[in-house]
């Protein structure tokens, strides 16, 4: 086996954490990829997996290896597209990763038209709320509300991770109260964020963790401590939850965008919402993307951008 299938047999064995499954991934035996990887070892004189009989797993300089390999082949299979002249007939496998609910209205019809425009092309969506690392889990692209580099939709930008993720900003996304016309009827509408201290609150883990909320008055930012009466760890429980009068709940517009829509929920303190929160698309080409990493994140640009069923407040940038 060549030092690039060594270097693949690696990558594989990396990502399964597994010699079996990366050999049946590579089309080889388990032993061809011991081999492989007991070359790499001896080449470089360093040790880059430890085995034992349960586990697979990378060494630190193994971590730092795979991270280098990974843009070398991306490189290497750009070079080869680029030289077949295939960028107009695109094959091979892209993974693309989004907030959930996010994903399934705004990512997916993107991904449709990609697959109709390029039909040997393969895609996998994982649309899940919490942070998909880029290098670490071999996703391709993600969208990022609030950051570019990791961070999860709801986390704070102070918080985001030092590595630097080549970022196109296509817009940004409110994060609005709401709650039933039932629930605002019997309760009243709050005309202050102070007033959430009367009300039932309904807390989604993965847009509100913080038990301090956000605001802006006339005088100035302002952080209003809720005590959640319930809290759901998936965004569409909490929708649920708000039609169904349990109470005031906080989430991005695009997650209640149809119910306002429907009127089965309103929006509350809309005068005293926090800034929007940035929409970024990223890819995990920092030496350079290939050519179907580019073709879909054009693609999706263009489409989080320009479509004007999108809630979003549109970037300048984008």
Request: proline residues 5%.
């Given at each position: 086996m060549d030092r690039m299938h060594a270097m693949s047999a690696f990558v594989a064995v990396a990502e399964e954490q597994n010699f079996a499954a990366a050999a049946r991934r590579m089309g080889t035996s388990p032993a061809t990829i011991s081999r492989a990887i007991a070359g790499l070892e001896e080449r470089l004189g360093v040790k880059l997996v430890l085995r034992t009989t349960r586990s697979v797993r990378l060494t630190d300089v193994g971590q730092r290896y795979l991270d280098d390999v990974r843009l070398i082949l991306a490189k290497v299979n750009e070079a080869h597209e680029s030289a077949a002249g295939t960028q107009s007939v695109l094959r091979g496998h892209l993974s693309v990763t989004a907030p959930a609910m996010f994903g399934v209205s705004h990512v997916m019809p993107c991904i449709a038209d990609f697959l109709a425009q390029y039909p040997l092309m393969t895609v996998s969506g994982y649309f899940l709320d919490r942070v998909v690392d880029l290098v670490d889990e071999g996703v391709d692209?993600?969208?990022?509300?609030?950051?570019?580099?990791?961070?999860?939709?709801?986390?704070?930008?102070?918080?985001?991770?030092?590595?630097?993720?080549?970022?196109?900003?296509?817009?940004?996304m409110r994060r609005v109260l709401c709650a039933s016309p039932d629930y605002l009827a019997a309760r009243g509408r709050p005309a202050h964020p102070?007033?959430?201290?009367?009300?039932?609150?309904?807390?989604?883990?993965?847009?509100?963790?913080?038990?301090?909320?956000?605001?802006?008055?006339?005088?100035?930012?302002?952080?209003?401590?809720?005590?959640?009466?319930?809290t759901v760890?998936?965004?569409?429980?909490?929708?649920?939850?708000?039609?169904?009068?349990?109470?005031?709940?906080?989430?991005?517009?695009?997650?209640?965008?149809s119910e306002l829509a429907e009127r089965r929920l309103e929006i509350v303190l809309a005068e005293h919402e926090e800034a929007p929160w940035p929409i970024?698309?990223?890819?995990?080409?920092?030496?350079?993307?290939?050519?179907?990493?580019?073709?879909?994140?054009?693609?999706?640009?263009?489409?989080?951008?320009?479509?004007?069923?999108?809630?979003?407040?549109?970037?300048?940038?984008?």
């Open positions: 692209v993600a969208v990022r509300i609030g950051g570019t580099h990791g961070v999860r939709d709801v986390r704070d930008v102070r918080e985001m991770r030092d590595v630097v993720t080549p970022a196109v900003a296509v817009g940004s102070a007033e959430l201290a009367g009300h039932t609150i309904i807390a989604a883990q993965n847009v509100s963790p913080d038990p301090d909320w956000s605001f802006l008055t006339e005088e100035g930012p302002l952080n209003v401590r809720v005590s959640p009466a319930l760890t998936s965004n569409d429980a909490a929708v649920a939850a708000a039609t169904l009068g349990a109470g005031i709940t906080r989430l991005f517009h695009y997650q209640v965008a970024h698309v990223v890819h995990s080409g920092v030496g350079g993307a290939s050519a179907k990493v580019r073709a879909f994140v054009d693609l999706l640009v263009r489409h989080l951008s320009q479509d004007p069923a999108q809630p979003l407040t549109r970037s300048g940038a984008a």
